[in-house]
């Protein structure tokens, strides 16, 4: 694999689909450019693989095309509250009728010029700052932003992008189990959940070495580099190799059995787990020990500690929304960030679903402890969307 281009938006596409995608960046700046006057619109950027330059592609038939979400950030200069309203209204309205012209995901977010400097800290706006893609506007528009760059990161931000990951696998899983299901949710989707878990877990290791890049290319170097905690290095290399090959190469999963899946699913889980453990021991400065262990409120899983305001906001929310299963929470949880609790969920739902790793996941969830594993991985994907 080569260092990302800045002329290029895939690290290895062909031409049709580097053009393809040029003509749908010039497409979303037409429609955008009219959302917005000159004066407002600070700077329209492409962000993830694209606008690193290290975006995949998939085949469909004989046809190269895009195969990651298109993932933008609008930099708007003295908007009001309602002008920001009623732009991502007609944002998300964009975003879906352009996602159905593409046939691929388009998110819009709207970052404020005049706050760039006061956003917290985290993965996503590390890596934005790093390197991204400006379409139109001000090249530097987002020169504000304060988050450090992705390497002086606190390990809890990559906890945090497990936690993500994580529930990709576990939608995984979820198809697994229901009869048929897997023809409907599809193949393709597996394969690309399958192959961010994979990645993570490379992610993670890296994080908890102090050697996180944010490019592929580098990632990939440095994982053969660090010094490796327990065993099958040799093994993980290989499926990450196989994941980044789904990422970038436009591998297909339409040859792919239920038994395969199955398989794939098995590796997945164990390395992210396996990587898992190994972040959140450098994190914590200790041993980890059992996931049954980890799920304890008492272990600190790292979110609390950002704004201690959006945390209260997000309990408040909680016991409003959700009041009568979350008044089954101990106080040591209620008062913790709920990502915490779906830190603590999520490794015993993605082992076996044993009893016990059942009760100890429902009691971090707030819900029944004889709960079965299909309703507590759905209570979690719930919660999931609405705290991360």
Not at 16 to 43: F, K, N, T, Y
Not at 97 to 112: H, K, P, Y
Not at 330 to 347: D, G, T, V
């Amino acid at each position: 694999m080569d260092r990302a281009e800045a002329s290029r938006y895939t690290l290895c596409g062909p031409a049709e689909v580097e053009a393809r995608i040029e003509r749908d960046q010039q497409r979303v700046v037409a429609e955008v450019s009219a959302l917005l006057s000159p004066g407002r619109l600070a700077g329209l950027v492409l962000a993830g693989g694209y606008g690193r330059g290290e975006g995949g592609y998939r085949f469909a038939g004989v046809d190269a095309v895009p195969y990651n979400d298109y993932d933008y950030f609008l930099v708007v200069r003295r908007c009001s509250s309602s002008e920001l309203r009623s732009l991502r209204r007609e944002l998300h309205a964009l975003g879906e009728r352009l996602g159905r012209e593409f046939s691929l995901e388009v998110d819009f977010a709207v970052l404020e010029s005049e706050r760039l400097a006061k956003l917290p800290a985290c993965l996503m706006y590390s890596e934005l700052k790093w390197r991204n893609r400006v379409l139109v506007g001000d090249p530097g528009a987002l020169e504000a932003l304060a988050s450090p760059l992705p390497w002086d990161l606190p390990l809890a931000e990559f906890s945090r992008m497990m936690l993500n990951r994580g529930a990709l696998l576990l939608m995984n899983a979820q198809a697994l189990q229901a009869k048929g299901s897997v023809l409907s949710y599809g193949s393709e989707r597996f394969l690309r959940y399958f192959s961010k878990g994979l990645l993570a877990a490379g992610d993670a290791r890296l994080a908890a070495a102090g050697q996180y890049h944010p490019s592929v290319a580098e990632r990939n170097r440095r994982l053969r580099e660090i010094p490796w905690v327990g065993t099958g290095r040799g093994e993980f290399l290989e499926l990450y190799e196989h994941a980044t090959r789904i990422k970038l190469g436009g591998v297909s999963g339409s040859v792919l059995h239920r038994g395969e899946l199955h398989r794939l699913q098995r590796l997945a889980v164990h390395e992210w787990l396996e990587a898992y453990g190994v972040l959140e021991s450098v994190r914590l400065g200790r041993p980890l020990g059992s996931w049954q262990a980890y799920s304890s409120p008492d272990v600190a899983k790292g979110q609390s500690g950002r704004r201690w305001w959006s945390a209260a906001y997000h309990v408040a929310l909680a016991l409003r929304s959700r009041r009568g299963r979350l008044a089954a929470l101990k106080p040591s949880r209620m008062l913790r960030h709920p990502r915490e609790r779906l830190m603590a969920a999520l490794p015993l739902l993605l082992e076996a679903g044993t009893p016990t790793e059942n009760r100890l996941a429902a009691e971090a969830l707030g819900t029944s402890v004889d709960a079965a594993w299909c309703g507590l991985a759905q209570l979690f994907l719930a919660d999931w969307r609405r705290y991360c």
